[in-house]
């Protein structure tokens, strides 16, 4: 699926496998990041700082009742990163002031959602257009990744909202075809202009 999705055009992926055994995490791990690494893609992995460090991944996704950005930070400048280079720390926020706050404390980059309702989060509505409106105001320019209920049909709404990208699992793994489904996603997220205002 990883291989489909990103020769459909998606540029990172994300490990995302909270009850795994850590040694098979990074099993599979490196094998994702081969091949993102083949197709020009990055791979995060969700909280697992250690794994992402021993997998040589590009960067992590905290969520907001995990490690800290400030511990992750310090850990990622200790061990120095990945061969040299910097890792990127994203983190999840569920709030304008969440989105200020994970900012100021070191993560590269915000996930705010969700903004529609999603089968992957059972329960709350989206929280709508105008929050990612307000969480991309809060950012300051710093990157805000949209996530939840995210499709091809809306894909363009969220990107006039001011979001920097659309973190999607449904709409991909669902898919009959993950690469058909990753062009039609990327060709709904470029019609934005078509939108206007």
Known sequence: ????????????????????????????AEELREICDRAGGVLLINDRLDVALAAGAAGVQLGESGLPVEAAAGLIRRVGGVAGNRMMIGASVHSPQGVRERLASGADFVVFGNIFATPSKPGPAGRGLAALEEAVQAAAGRPVVAIGGITAQNAAAVR?????????????????DPRAAARELLAGWHGWRKLGR
């Open 160 to 176: 006039l909202a001011g979001a920097a990208g659309a973190a999607v699992i449904g709409a991909i793994a669902g898919a009959a």
């Open 1 to 28: 699926m990883a291989r489909a999705a990103l020769d459909g055009g998606v540029r990172a992926v994300q490990l995302r496998a909270k009850s795994a055994p850590a040694g098979q995490l990074l099993e599979v």
